[in-house]
Nanobody, 124 residues
Framework: QVQLVESGGGLVQAGGSLRLSCAAS????????MGWFRQAPGKEREFVAA????????NYADSVKGRFTISIVNVKNTVYLQMNGLKPEDTAVYYC?????????????????WGQGTQVTVSS
């Protein structure tokens, strides 16, 4: 049973930083890709970033390029999303997800397992 547990969300002022964590368990993830998505109230869930566990390749949404960094710590089975230069429009619930392929296309339907989400609120 795959389990994804996100943490690290909170309230931050515009320009600030947060680091989200996603602890993965229940399977060997070394051949998969991991991703972060977000969903703001009244909006569809959207892709933020993805990383391939075997290759380390990454992919980012244009809206977060240069501000967010996705990374993996293999020994901890944990994926991180470092978010710098946060803006009010980054406010959303952030979800961690697993794609049972090593590719980082960032397509929502590719992802098979999801965490419960963590709230990020950026005040202006």
């Amino acid at each position: 049973q795959v389990q994804l547990v996100e943490s690290g969300g909170g309230l931050v002022q515009a320009g600030g930083s947060l680091r989200l964590s996603c602890a993965a368990s229940g399977r060997t993830f070394s051949s998969y890709a991991m991703g972060w998505f977000r969903q703001a109230p009244g909006k569809e869930r959207e892709f933020v970033a993805a990383i391939s566990w075997p290759s380390g390749s990454t992919n980012y949404a244009d809206s977060v390029k240069g501000r967010f960094t996705i990374s993996i710590v293999n020994v901890k089975n944990t994926v991180y999303l470092q978010m710098n230069g946060l803006k009010p429009e980054d406010t959303a619930v952030y979800y961690c997800a697993v794609d049972q392929s090593p590719f980082v296309r960032g397509i929502l339907s590719d992802f098979d397992y999801w965490g419960q989400g963590t709230q990020v609120t950026v005040s202006s």
